[in-house]
């Protein structure tokens, strides 16, 4: 039996005039993601997307790869069959026979996008109802809540039938909102950042602060494996790592060491707003969030902000610690992310950081 995957737009249906450039991003990327697995046709029609797999080619892998691209709302796996009434029905009562033997309830939901089958969409609910009840006995007709949801879809090339549409990654597709600099450090909450302004139709490059040698080469490649598990959901990415080392050494011997942290990540946004600015990058992303630590109160981001020109995207801004490790774990960075390798912003820490500083004073430490 012939499978294929159905991919169905979200928010970008609503897009008017854009529409044809965010399908035909989204063909694209569906393309490059899948490349790899061998020969998938990729093609849409009736603003759904299609992969259909020219041979034996891995179906759960490439479902896996579709689920990780951002503007497409659902997904859905389906049996392909001709459009003869007959045939639908066999191929339901095959096809979905694993989930039907486990289900104690279903309903059939019919979809007819090609208005030239014969039956319309409620007889076809009722007849394919009636096949399914006499050949798995067991079941109940549940409308509501229903185990399996019956699915056939009767479009222009084929009929598709399956168990019902599974949630996709949602959001916008990749690169439809342009580029912006994220600032990547091996913790939680940078990726997670990362992730949510992907979502959004960001495009993103990367900036990490390594200070080698009180930075490990471990720790580097942590930021690297991070960028990788990110890159699933946005897309290759390049990575700047940026040597940080005379820099801190050097605010260390020259700066009242209560300051060290904020006038540190000053620096850090001057330099990563430098290498947006040549990227090509309208923003710059950080995983902060408020109150989280002392450099991340209201008064420590105002100082932090004043330096960079460009808009500062803070998507975590609002999220509690919880909220955010959720995220990581769905995503899958957050046991790449607690590992235990130092940090640049973890080595020349005051005791007691500032935690209201204020930009005059700071501006007047730094000259
Ligand atoms: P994270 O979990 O993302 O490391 P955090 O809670 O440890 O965040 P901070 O260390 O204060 O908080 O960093 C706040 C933000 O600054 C990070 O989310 C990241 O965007 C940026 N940042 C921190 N350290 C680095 C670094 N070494 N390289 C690049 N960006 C960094
Ligand atoms: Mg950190």
Redesign the pocket.
Same mark, same amino acid.
């Given at each position: 039996m012939k499978e294929i995957i159905l991919a169905y737009q979200g928010e970008m249906s609503l897009k008017g005039l854009n529409r044809a450039t965010f399908e035909s991003v989204l063909l694209k990327t569906m393309r490059r993601r899948l490349k790899s697995l061998g020969n998938f046709k990729i093609y849409k029609a009736q603003s759904t997307m299609y992969a259909e797999p020219a041979g034996d080619e891995d179906i759960d892998a490439a479902e896996e790869r579709i689920g990780k691209i951002f503007g497409i709302a659902a997904i859905s796996r389906a049996a392909v069959c001709p459009k003869d009434f007959a045939v639908i029905a066999d191929t339901a009562k095959e096809y979905l026979c694993g989930a039907l033997r486990a289900a104690k309830t279903f309903k059939v939901s019919a979809k007819r996008s090609d208005k030239t089958f014969p039956m319309d969409s409620m007889e076809i609910a009722r007849e394919l109802g009636g096949v399914l009840l006499s050949a798995y006995p067991h079941l109940k007709v549940d409308v509501h809540h229903p185990d399996v949801n019956v699915t056939v879809e009767i479009r222009d090339f084929a009929a598709y039938v399956h168990g019902g549409k599974k949630p996709g990654a949602g959001g916008l597709p990749v690169s439809t909102s342009g580029k912006a600099a %994220?600032? %990547? #450090?091996?913790?939680? @909450? #940078?990726?997670? =950042?990362a992730y949510m302004m992907a979502k959004r139709g960001l495009s993103l490059a990367c900036?990490?602060?390594?200070s080698p040698p009180y930075t490990s080469e471990r720790a580097k490649q942590k930021?690297v494996d991070l960028a990788k598990l990110v890159a699933k959901y946005t897309g290759p990415i390049k990575l700047n790592v940026?040597n940080?080392t005379d820099i801190q050494l050097y605010i260390y011997d020259q700066c009242p060491h209560d300051e060290l /942290?904020i006038i540190m990540?000053r620096y850090?946004m001057r330099i =990563?707003e430098a290498i947006a600015k040549e990227s090509d990058c309208l923003a710059l992303? /950080?995983?902060?969030?408020i109150g &989280?630590?002392a #450099? &991340?109160t209201l008064q420590s981001l105002g100082v932090t902000n004043a330096v960079c020109e460009l808009p500062v995207m803070r998507p %975590?801004i609002a999220f509690d610690k919880q909220d955010i490790v959720d995220i990581s774990l769905k995503i899958d960075t957050y046991e790449t #992310?607690v590992l235990p390798y130092e @940090? $640049? $912003? /973890?080595i020349f820490v005051a005791k007691h950081p500032v935690t209201k500083p204020n930009l005059k004073r700071i501006e007047m430490s730094e000259t």
């Open positions: %994220l600032m %990547l #450090s091996g913790g939680i @909450d #940078s990726p997670v =950042a900036v990490h602060f390594a930021v940026v940080f /942290t990540r850090m =990563a992303i /950080t995983g902060e969030s &989280q630590v #450099s &991340q %975590l #992310s @940090d $640049c $912003c /973890t």
